[in-house]
């Protein structure tokens, strides 16, 4: 069965140290907490938010973790913030469905830690307006296999990611060890967005800017030290229209 729990839940290291929980579908409009190094451990899969209210999941000072065995999937009107030296590892997929009414369903930020090691990582996956931020000394890894992958399919339209370095060069660093498709499968107008000194590192071998039938997706590069380094070759436009790829203000593209 799944465990659809109705009220908060706080993981406190200084209270309570290590807590399980099995198949979770955490939906309603309550929270979860993670915080003073406290361990929150979920098994196999986890689903954050639906349709009815908004459900949020943060990860928040030294030490604190939350260890996820299986995919982890952001719904409609869920927000997951890592920050604060806070660690969220998963061992599966990413997924974000259609962001609804929050202003940003995953915020990694303040020295957080994301690493996912397995599986696709989709952000927009039939979904729109969904927005990841990566900011003043947060840093997300994506490994193994994983392709990244902003906006797939026809309804997953105006995805964004931002790598944003608050002014530093290499303020934030993101990597992604496989390859990157913006748009895919005819998903439309998504962007990536690298910005004030952010680091996004693509080790795959290709990184395309609207893979077939996705058009008026984009990459932005501004900024001093802002910088998108890959390990193969870029294409912009694979069978679409009107992609782009901007440079701009000081900005490198390797």
Same mark, same amino acid.
């Given at each position: 069965?799944?465990?659809?729990?109705?009220?908060?839940?706080?993981?406190?290291?200084?209270?309570?140290?290590?807590?399980?929980?099995? @198949?979770? =579908?955490?939906?309603?409009?309550?929270?979860?907490? %993670? $915080? #003073? *190094? +406290? !361990? /929150?451990?979920?098994?196999?899969?986890?689903?954050?938010?639906?349709?009815?209210?908004?459900?949020?999941?943060?990860?928040?000072?030294?030490?604190?973790?939350?260890?996820?065995?299986?995919?982890?999937?952001?719904?409609?009107?869920?927000?997951?913030?890592?920050?604060?030296?806070?660690?969220?590892?998963?061992?599966?997929?990413?997924?974000? @469905?259609? =962001?609804?009414?929050?202003?940003?369903?995953?915020? %990694? $930020? #303040? *020295? +957080? !830690? /994301?690493?996912?090691?397995?599986?696709?990582?989709?952000?927009?996956?039939?979904?729109?307006?969904?927005?990841?931020?990566?900011?003043?000394?947060?840093?997300?890894?994506?490994?193994?296999?994983?392709?990244?992958?902003?906006?797939?399919?026809?309804?997953?339209?105006?995805?964004?990611?931002?790598?944003?370095?608050?002014?530093?060069?290499?303020?934030?660093?993101?990597?992604?060890?496989?390859?990157?498709?913006?748009? #895919?499968?005819?998903?439309?107008?998504?962007?990536?967005?690298?910005?004030?000194?952010?680091?996004?590192?693509?080790?795959?071998?290709?990184?395309?800017?609207?893979?077939?039938?996705?058009?008026?997706?984009?990459?932005?590069?501004?900024?001093?030290?802002?910088?998108?380094?890959?390990?193969?070759?870029?294409?912009?436009?694979?069978?679409?229209?009107?992609?782009?790829?901007?440079?701009?203000?000081?900005?490198?593209?390797?």
């Amino acid at each position: 069965g799944t465990n659809d729990f109705a009220n908060p839940v706080v993981v406190n290291g200084g209270a309570n140290g290590v807590v399980r929980m099995d @198949n979770v =579908n955490a939906f309603g409009a309550n929270s979860i907490v %993670v $915080t #003073n *190094g +406290g !361990q /929150l451990v979920t098994v196999p899969a986890f689903t954050l938010g639906n349709l009815s209210g908004v459900r949020s999941a943060r990860v928040t000072g030294m030490g604190s973790l939350w260890t996820n065995t299986g995919a982890v999937i952001i719904g409609t009107n869920a927000t997951v913030t890592v920050d604060t030296g806070g660690r969220l590892r998963i061992s599966a997929g990413l997924t974000m @469905n259609t =962001n609804g009414m929050v202003p940003y369903g995953l915020m %990694v $930020t #303040n *020295g +957080g !830690q /994301l690493y996912s090691s397995g599986g696709m990582c989709s952000i927009g996956s039939n979904g729109a307006n969904n927005r990841v931020v990566v900011a003043g000394g947060g840093a997300l890894w994506n490994n193994g296999n994983q392709i990244l992958t902003i906006g797939q399919n026809a309804t997953g339209s105006n995805n964004v990611v931002v790598v944003d370095g608050a002014g530093v060069a290499g303020g934030v660093q993101v990597i992604n060890a496989s390859n990157l498709l913006i748009g #895919n499968a005819a998903g439309p107008s998504n962007s990536l967005v690298i910005t004030n000194g952010g680091v996004f590192t693509n080790c795959g071998t290709y990184a395309i800017i609207g893979a077939p039938g996705g058009g008026t997706n984009s990459m932005t590069v501004t900024g001093s030290g802002s910088v998108w380094s890959n390990g193969g070759y870029v294409l912009v436009g694979s069978q679409s229209s009107f992609n782009r790829l901007t440079i701009a203000q000081g900005g490198k593209v390797f």
